[in-house]
């Protein structure tokens, strides 16, 4: 129902270090289009959310309210207008005055700095982008920092409390980490093993390095991405007197989870840290890195 | 195309005192879509560009590459990638690469300050928005500064030039003043006018008053709004010796043009000022303030 237009940015996060890449439709003439636009520092994105989660959920309002009011209103009218900010579980908002991606209208916005541009294949390499991959982008805008930087604009209460959110402490299980190393660089070599086989299966681009890479997910790991629900099932415990700072590998896991970052998919656990005043709320080790399957929409090369 | 959610912001300008007021359709519930909208000093307003004038020009452009490469690539290809900003007449850039309406996916995106919101009536009225009337409304997202407003950001230097474009200084022709302060007031009572006849035909709202309500059209007006062919064709002069500072009033209009603002159709004309180095490059005049006749959507309260 949208006109899809540039595609496929990669998994990001709030996270400055995180890189997406955009490639624009071939029919939509990149080459022009984007003429000028590496001059600009940053730019906003506008996207589909098209992976929306809360279908089920505004499916039974609907059968409710199709019940109730039947035929006065269009199908669609009162669908989740207000929803819980994920970092605040006890307070309910309208849709339109928080940035959840339950909208009315699907269309996410979100800022990122522009990393590279390459006009002859329509590819623009973005940082900091917080979207999943096979986003389908409907624009790109330069951003105009005279007009939209405004310092004095102010949030409610519960807003800046989401900003001081403090962040984990990120470790690597030694296993994770030499598993990160060979799907990177290949396997290291055995005494038997030719060399073509040591190919690496997963290509650290558009990050300029591996470190670039780790840092990246470290970054995303850090912000504690666990759902709303994910969190109430899984509180981070009161920290017991025998945890020591640095200690989180003798802890037991309170939680496991999953990422798909980059091509890759990470495991990760999250561990109690020992309750120091400034301390972090918990630990997340990445556990375990496993190369990710290609998608049939990688291989036709992302195109929309 | 594109399900439309809001209504109806008025006519705008980069003009901080300028109003719109947006009326959300009523089957969205926007008593509770709206619910801590207030809180925000700031949002963001996506918009459909619902009155691009370009089609001829892009007619013709799809009629030639038809007859190029039929059937290779789908009608929509190519068509005015790039544009001429308004203010860099010899300069043409990528549509992506900077905010001409004239864009593939026609979205538009504007920064506006909350100045007031009715969630039971679900109006919000709005400061600064560069809209025209009867603009169909996407979405509004709360501004979150912490995460959009980049002060170090850069722009190439033709956009940083044109921010630095001076403004005109505006004055009013005495007859033009008394008929705006006639259509916000009522006509002067003359001698055997019974008093019901004196109602004021204009309503200020959502301006507070008279002198809001000017302030914003004189910040309209100060930006030279004339388009790129205007100026070209009217190019202001070179500022005649014999021009004084402030004696605009004895010197020709080398323009006359009109503006719909608020309810208002204003007629303005541009006077050359004479050469200071600090100069106005032109001074306009309010020449005319006529009533605009009620359009059927105004009449019907503005719903999309």
């Known amino acids: 129902c949208y006109r899809s237009r540039c595609g496929t940015p990669r998994q990001g996060g709030i996270v400055g270090g995180s890189l997406a890449v955009l490639r624009c439709a071939r029919d939509l003439n990149p080459a022009a289009a984007l003429e000028g636009f590496s001059a600009f520092s940053h730019c906003w994105v506008l996207y589909v959310f098209h992976e929306n989660t809360n279908l089920p959920r505004e499916g039974k309002t609907l059968a409710r309210r199709q019940g109730q009011r039947k035929g006065r209103v269009p199908l669609w009218q009162g669908v989740c207008m207000k929803v819980a900010p994920p970092r605040c579980p006890g307070l309910r908002?309208?849709?339109?005055?928080?940035?959840?991606?339950?909208?009315p209208n699907p269309i996410g916005l979100s800022l990122a700095r522009v990393v590279s541009v390459d006009c002859a294949a329509g590819e623009v390499v973005l940082a900091g982008l917080d979207v999943v991959d096979g986003t389908p982008c409907l624009d790109l805008k330069p951003y105009l920092p005279s007009y939209e930087c405004v310092p004095e604009a102010s949030v409610p209460s519960w807003v800046k409390a989401s900003y001081e959110?403090?962040?984990?402490?990120?470790?690597?299980?030694?296993?994770?980490?030499?598993?990160?190393?060979?799907?990177?660089?290949?396997?290291?070599?055995?005494?038997?093993?030719?060399?073509?086989?040591?190919?690496?299966?997963?290509?650290?681009r558009p990050f300029g390095s591996e470190e670039e890479l780790r840092r990246a997910l470290e970054g995303t790991l850090a912000l504690d991405i666990r759902s709303p629900l994910q969190k109430k099932l899984h509180p981070n415990p009161a920290a017991a007197p025998g945890y020591a700072d640095g200690g989180a590998e003798e802890a037991a896991p309170f939680f496991v989870g999953d990422l798909w970052f980059h091509e890759l998919h990470v495991t990760y656990a999250l561990l109690p840290v020992s309750p120091q005043p400034d301390a972090a709320?918990?630990?997340v080790r990445v556990e375990r890195v496993d190369p990710r399957p290609e998608t049939p929409a990688e291989a036709d090369g992302g195109l929309v």
Chains 1, 2 share one sequence.
Do not use: K, N
Not at 94 to 103: A, E, I, K, M, Q
Not at 191 to 199: C, I, L, N, S, V
């Open 93 to 103: 908002v309208g849709v339109l005055s928080c940035r959840t991606p339950h909208r």
């Open 165 to 204: 959110e403090p962040l984990m402490r990120v470790e690597w299980a030694p296993a994770a980490s030499a598993e990160l190393a060979a799907l990177l660089r290949g396997p290291a070599a055995g005494p038997d093993d030719p060399g073509e086989e040591r190919a690496a299966r997963v290509d650290p």
């Open 281 to 283: 709320p918990a630990s």
